[in-house]
T-cell receptor, first 109, second 110 residues
Framework: GIQVEQSPPDLILQEGANSTLRCNFS?????LQWFHQNPWGQLINLFY???GTKQNGRLSATTVATERYSLLYISSSQTTDSGVYFC???????????FGKGTRLSVIA | DAGVTQSPTHLIKTRGQHVTLRCSPI?????VSWYQQVLGQGPQFIFQ???????GRGNFPDRFSARQFPNYSSELNVNALLLGDSALYLC?????????FGPGTRLTVL
């Protein structure tokens, strides 16, 4: 099945800093989602991004499906951005989603 | 609209017991998927149901079973609980290509 690798595994930022999270996947995909898991375990949808670039406030994401990677950009980070970020392409068709181990982000005031 | 809801929020069981977890999808969503997330890992797919039919099953033992009801809500059942079943169980409903997750049920097996 498809393999997902995320980097870095851990990231500590000062509030206000910018960061880039990377997601590599082993096979071609027709969609991909980014999630933020908050400290209470809730997975929050950030982006559905099979290709191209999308922006939502301080967050943006880019997927280059032909090169099998996606990037999540966080600008002007805030303490509320802390948590684990997952990318998840589907195993087949549109589901089920395959998750990597995530990037654990800690933003310090 | 309400999001995906799950019950109970937390659950403590002992080895060998049985557990039932419940999920209500977002109104209008006909597909429900279940995932297991153990500490430090990403969620792992268990089951997907669409229109009350099983559409996919992950690599989990037969102790795990699920079903979907006519109102599209779903139950996940786990028999003969093991310590290793301790995890956060997540339910997701989907519309088109996007999955939306509930808050999860945290199961502890002692």
């Amino acid at each position: 099945g498809i393999q997902v690798e995320q980097s870095p595994p851990d990231l500590i930022l000062q509030e206000g800093a910018n960061s880039t999270l990377r997601c590599n996947f082993s096979d071609s995909v027709n969609n991909l989602q980014w999630f933020h898991q908050n400290p209470w375990g809730q997975l929050i949808n950030l982006f559905y991004i099979p290709s191209g670039t999308k922006q939502n406030g301080r967050l943006s994401a880019t997927t280059v499906a032909t090169e099998r990677y996606s990037l999540l950009y966080i600008s002007s980070s805030q303490t509320t951005d802390s948590g684990v970020y997952f990318c998840a392409p589907p195993e087949w068709g549109n589901t089920p989603l395959v998750f990597g181990k995530g990037t654990r982000l800690s933003v310090i005031a | 609209d309400a999001g995906v809801t799950q019950s109970p929020t937390h659950l403590i069981k002992t080895r060998g017991q049985h557990v039932t977890l419940r999920c209500s999808p977002i109104s209008g969503h006909k597909s429900v998927s279940w995932y297991q997330q153990v500490l430090g890992q990403g969620p792992q797919f268990i089951f997907q149901y669409y229109e009350k039919e099983e559409r996919g099953r992950g690599n989990f033992p037969d102790r795990f079973s699920a079903r979907q009801f006519p109102n599209y809500s779903s139950e996940l059942n786990v028999n003969a609980l093991l310590l290793g079943d301790s995890a956060l169980y997540l339910c997701a409903s989907s519309w088109s290509d996007t999955q939306y997750f509930g808050p999860g049920t945290r199961l502890t097996v002692l």
